[in-house]
């Protein structure tokens, strides 16, 4: 098998370079490879709508199927590429297939991180990032009475409100080394032990401590790696005709000043994907993104625009008592991030002064009489 794109992981990222490729009237053959047997699926609903069984999997699939067949994209799921031969241009799979390609863009995100540490994996203890993953844990908590969940970001927080809401006993933890000493139990996990000994008992315990980037294989063909695969402005690894993106590309972020990081979200994955693609048709667009994300818990949306990391100064803006408000961050008195909180104005409008790198002072800042574009004038 030969194809002019081999786009390698048939998530976020991956399904959008085809996109934009065909938006693009990009004429040439392209397939997609998938180690899950699904058609690419909105992975954001998993700890949130579809966890909680207020969402079908059929409302969560990224295009029907029928999109991928008239626009002629070839879907080979249920296969892992293994590894890949930069000099040959081809690729093989863990089912000793062999592919071929002109360009090859690697979209493959990464596994869930799970515990280092003895009975780490235990079943009962379960990592979140694909859909079997999500069932399994739905399954698990229907008749599980006790469940820890491990790891208070986006993720653990979002499925500990599911799970809470839906009358379940649920403990969360901070995941921090000091904290966790090991996860207890004889062939199935039965409870958590913290440092000071305390015990935690579960039934179910939920790892949500970030991801492993999905980059051995091409470690292996000897491309740039460091925390994921090193890519350029253009979204180009150090091999040639290969690109990456998405949560396993490594990559200088404007808004973090030119430090090199991964970005682990559905906007920069298809932001990525879509300066692939242009580049790809002859049409390069460096990438410049502001990075945004979100999250819902409860009745809460969260939201939040830019990177906050080296602040060196937090501004309140509304009234947290009201549960609406934001919270602005600046470094050496220019605006670098928000975090709103049902404030979805600040953060449509946050987004334009973190872009212009707006410069204003908490007094400002603070007042919500003021729109925040308007301190852009
Ligand atoms: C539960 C959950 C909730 C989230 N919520 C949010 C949210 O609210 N907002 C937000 O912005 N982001 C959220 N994210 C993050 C977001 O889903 C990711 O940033 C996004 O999916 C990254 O896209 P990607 O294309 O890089 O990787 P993915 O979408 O993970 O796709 C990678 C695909 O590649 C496949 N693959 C890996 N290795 C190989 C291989 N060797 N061969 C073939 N296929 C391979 C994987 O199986 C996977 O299907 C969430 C993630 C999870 C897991």
Redesign the pocket.
């Known amino acids: 098998m030969q194809f002019d794109v081999v786009i ?7 399904a959008q370079v085809a996109v934009m490729l065909r938006t693009q009237k990009f004429e040439g053959s392209i397939a997609i ?4 047997l699904e058609l690419p699926y909105e ?2 609903p ?3 709508e579809y966890f909680a069984g207020e969402k079908e999997f059929e409302r969560i699939q990224l295009r029907p199927a029928r999109y991928w067949d008239e626009r002629e994209v070839t879907m080979l799921l249920g ?4 590894s890949v031969d930069p000099a040959a241009h081809t690729v093989a799979t863990d089912g000793g297939e062999t592919i071929g390609y002109g360009k090859l863009v690697w ?4 596994h869930p991180r799970m515990l280092s540490i003895p009975d780490g994996s235990l079943p009962g203890v379960q990592g ?3 859909r079997a993953d ?1 069932d399994a844990m739905k399954a698990a908590s229907e008749t599980a009475r006790q469940i820890v969940v491990i790891g208070g970001g ?2 653990g927080l ?1 499925a500990a409100a599911v799970l809470n809401k839906a009358g379940k006993k649920v403990v969360l933890l901070e995941a921090q080394d000091r904290v966790l000493a090991r996860v207890a139990g004889e062939g199935r996990a039965t409870g958590v032990r913290l440092s000071d000994g305390t015990v935690i008992p579960a039934n179910l315990v939920i790892v949500g401590i970030g991801i492993v980037p ?1 980059v051995e ?1 091409l470690v292996a063909a000897g491309a740039d790696c460091a925390n994921g695969v090193r890519v350029d402005r253009l979204c180009k690894t150090s091999l040639p005709d290969i690109y990456a ?4 590309a490594s990559h200088a972020n404007d808004f973090a000043e030119g430090a090199e990081i991964r970005l ?6 298809n932001d990525q994907a879509n300066v692939v693609a242009k580049g790809i048709v002859g049409d390069d667009a460096p990438y410049h993104a502001i990075p945004w ?3 819902n818990q409860y009745d809460l949306k969260l939201q939040t625009a830019g990177l906050s990391t080296g602040h060196d100064q937090a501004v309140l803006r509304g009234d947290p008592a009201v549960r609406s408000f934001s919270v602005v961050y600046l470094k050496a008195g220019k605006v670098i991030a928000l975090d709103c909180v049902n404030a979805a104005k600040d953060y449509v409008q946050g987004r334009m002064i973190v872009a212009a790198g707006l410069r204003a002072t908490a007094e400002q800042l603070a007042d919500t009489g003021t729109p925040l574009k308007e301190l852009l004038i």
């Open positions: 390698v992981g048939a998530g976020h990222g991956g490879i998938g180690e899950e992975r954001p998993l700890s949130k296969k892992r590429v293994v979209a493959t995100g990464g979140v990032r694909t999500a986006y993720i979002e999905a294989p993106i998405g949560d396993c682990e979200s559905v906007q920069n994955a994300f979100w999250s």
